[in-house]
């Protein structure tokens, strides 16, 4: 697979999955359909590897990167399973516009990257403007939505240290295999919190969306959506990867809107506006200094 069309199935991926989210739980527990969409992957990834005839390898090095995925896979995603509960889907792609800054600030810190020069600094600061913007407005949020939008901050630092930190371990190993062990790895911890906040058995309503979104993320959110983030990955900067974040927030608002009913209110479209041009700025702000002089 070559680094266009993997960064491609990521953005078409990452622009649908907040929708698939939220489907996927409207008639299972939301940690119940998170465990359901990981384990097709795992046992799908599984058999992909299997007949490749690729490596999983599983000593220490292995299990590292394996631990730095599953804070992404298990931790964002755990907490975006249940943030959904509280808020519009179309809200999770905004807040996660927020990870290429959180991705860069980390990478400060992790792999010893430039500090920031002052435009990305004023970038940041955009972005949190544009979240107060939205979360300010109480009908852009409704009700007891404080739990879902501090789950999804949550996510977005989980997500961006996950990356940075599968970068940093630098294991030479094929996409599918870092996907799959980190999968299965994911397993134990969806089912421990899934048996601690609920533990019932599943119903599964074919007439709904619930299982046909399960096995939508399982197969492109999940196997094909992480093998090409990974992919990616070992071959991009951790805060070009998600610069994807740059795109996604548009078309998952626009797709919650059509698709599920949501209100998307003048707030949240001006908040997410000021949010995409803290990220334009911070990635190209500079260039425009250069070209200035």
């Avoid at 996927?24 to 046992?43: G, Y």
């Avoid at 993320?217 to 740059?246: C, D, E, K």
């Avoid at 608002?253 to 003048?266: F, I, K, P």
């Amino acid at each position: 697979m070559s680094v266009q069309s993997a960064y491609l199935a990521v953005l078409v991926i990452w622009a649908t999955t907040p929708l698939g989210v939220a489907w996927s739980s409207e008639t299972i527990h939301p940690l119940m359909a998170a465990w359901l969409r990981m384990a097709i992957a795992a046992l799908l990834g599984w058999l992909l590897v299997r007949a490749l005839r690729l490596e999983l390898p599983w000593h220490r090095a292995a299990l590292r990167s394996y631990a730095c995925a599953t804070l992404g896979i298990f931790g964002a995603m755990a907490a975006t399973y249940t943030a959904v509960q509280y808020i519009p889907s179309g809200l999770i792609s905004v807040i996660f516009g927020l990870s290429p800054m959180i991705s860069a600030l980390l990478a400060q810190l992790l792999l010893d990257e430039a500090p920031f020069a002052p435009h990305r600094w004023c970038a940041c600061l955009l972005g949190i403007a544009g979240l107060g913007w939205i979360f300010l407005d109480g009908s852009a949020l409704g009700p007891g939505s404080g739990p879902g939008v501090t789950l999804l901050l949550l996510a977005a630092l989980l997500f961006s240290l996950s990356g940075v930190l599968v970068k940093r371990e630098g294991l030479a190993i094929h996409p599918l295999s870092q996907t799959v062990g980190a999968l299965l790895l994911s397993l134990p911890a969806y089912g421990l919190l899934w048996a601690l906040l609920d533990g019932s058995a599943p119903q599964l309503d074919f007439d709904s969306h619930s299982p046909w979104a399960i096995l939508y993320l399982a197969v492109f959110g999940s196997l094909v959506g992480f093998v090409s983030y990974f992919h990616i990955l070992s071959r991009l900067p951790p805060s070009t990867v998600a610069l994807v974040t740059l795109v996604t927030p548009v078309f998952a608002l626009l797709l919650g809107s059509w698709l599920n009913g949501e209100v998307v209110t003048a707030s949240t479209w001006g908040g997410t506006a000021v949010i995409l041009a803290g990220l334009s700025i911070f990635f190209w702000g500079g260039r425009l200094q250069l070209m200035r002089l």
